[in-house]
């Protein structure tokens, strides 16, 4: 239940949403975030952002007035993007936030600068804090498959890749012809069609770099609208999700290893043949792939890497191998990050209601 903080006017919600790790990348947008191919990922357990909203009630205001922090401390970038999400909301999802004002805190639970992604638990919290709101307005409290649809649209709104962040383990965001009730408006959970090695797998992220990106997401996306290999990558997403759902169903970490390693490096790939070209990857990016695919070989330990649009590694690894790997990861991987910097995560359970 959100608490009533005492005045009648005030309403205080509070969720933890989880960021998220992609397998079949979303890559290239168009319309109202809408995605050009279907993505599958795997949403972490540590790696997340809590936000709470307090509601009250402001006269004389269109749109409503949003106070935001970030840990406690103004922070004036994320505020400008929360506000700008919020008022393009307001008027067709959300008209019971005119009125009011809202009181924002929202903190991770990783480093700012790390160079962890947050846009998509960030997203994700404020969406479902705000889908929470709402029910409370209209005297609901049911935390349903609907909710979470909603909350799913809402966060792809503010970032595609939330749209998978409101969901525990695997989840797949954008219509794809063979997965029943994907669609390009929000998220589906596919945490059940998934074998048991993959319900605790490991995601240990290796920090190679937590300067601010030179080329955002955002952009990046925009610069697929020219690319000439956009259509054949598309088409590439679409068989890789087919292939890569049998994969997870059947337990087939060959197959998930190999497609997501090629995801990884065709998103990079696309970076480079863009116009113009850029490279997120840093040498020690690249030194780091290639040691994991030696050990893998050496050793025959199912380990496999994926990279987000930055050059931060994603060790990948089922539980059984847990001390060979993180021993592989200590004592041969470690040097390439900064200040030995790894975050340890794995499949999570999703989002949380705190209050
Ligand atoms: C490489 O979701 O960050 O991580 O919709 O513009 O906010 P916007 O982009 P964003 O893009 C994520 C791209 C990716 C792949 C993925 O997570 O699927």
């Known amino acids: 239940m959100s608490k009533s903080t005492g005045r009648e006017n005030k309403t205080q919600v509070q969720w933890s949403s989880p960021s998220n790790i992609a397998l079949v990348k979303y890559w290239g947008k168009h319309g109202q975030q809408l995605p050009r191919n279907a993505s599958v990922s795997f949403t972490l357990s540590h790696a997340k952002t809590t936000t709470r909203i307090t509601m009250e009630d402001m006269e004389g205001v269109a749109y409503p007035a949003v106070d935001f922090t970030f840990e406690g401390r103004q922070q004036p970038l994320f505020a400008q993007r929360t506000v700008k999400f919020i008022n393009g909301l307001t008027d067709v999802y959300f008209p019971f936030l005119k009125g009011k ?3 924002i805190d929202t903190q991770n639970t990783f480093p700012h600068s790390s160079g962890i992604a947050s846009s998509a638990s960030g ?20 935390y349903d498959a609907a909710f979470y649809r909603k909350a799913s649209l809402i966060a792809r709104l503010g970032s595609g890749s939330a749209a ?42 290796l920090i190679i770099s937590d300067k601010t990106k030179s080329v955002s997401s955002t952009a990046g996306h925009q610069l697929m609208d020219n690319n000439p290999f956009a259509q054949v990558r598309y088409e590439q997403a679409e068989k890789n999700l087919t292939q890569l759902m049998i994969a997870l169903k059947t337990g087939d970490l060959e197959i998930l290893g190999k497609i997501t390693e090629d995801e990884a490096l065709t998103l990079h790939a696309l970076m480079m043949c863009s116009n113009p070209s850029y ?26 890497f994926t990279l987000d649009a930055g050059p931060n590694v994603h060790v990948l690894y089922p539980h059984e191998y847990v001390a060979e790997v993180k021993k592989f990861i200590r004592e041969d991987l470690s040097q390439h990050c900064v200040n030995n910097h790894i975050v340890e995560d794995q499949v999570g359970d999703g989002p949380q209601k705190l209050v």
């Not at 997203?123 to 049911?142: F, H, K, P, R, V």
């Open 101 to 103: 004002k809202l009181t």
């Open 123 to 142: 997203m994700s919290a404020l969406s479902l804090c705000l889908c929470d709101l709402e029910m409370q307005c209209n005297g609901t409290t049911i």
């Open 279 to 304: 490279i997120l990857m840093e040498p020690a990016s690249l030194e780091v792939i290639n040691k994991i695919r030696k050990f893998r070989q050496k050793t025959g330990i199912p380990v496999y």
């Open 164 to 205: 998978r962040s409101v969901f525990p383990g695997m989840s797949v965001w954008g219509y794809h012809k063979d997965i029943s009730g994907s669609s390009d408006d929000c998220g589906i959970s596919v945490a059940d069609d998934v074998a048991p090695v993959f319900k605790n797998f490991h995601d240990d992220i």
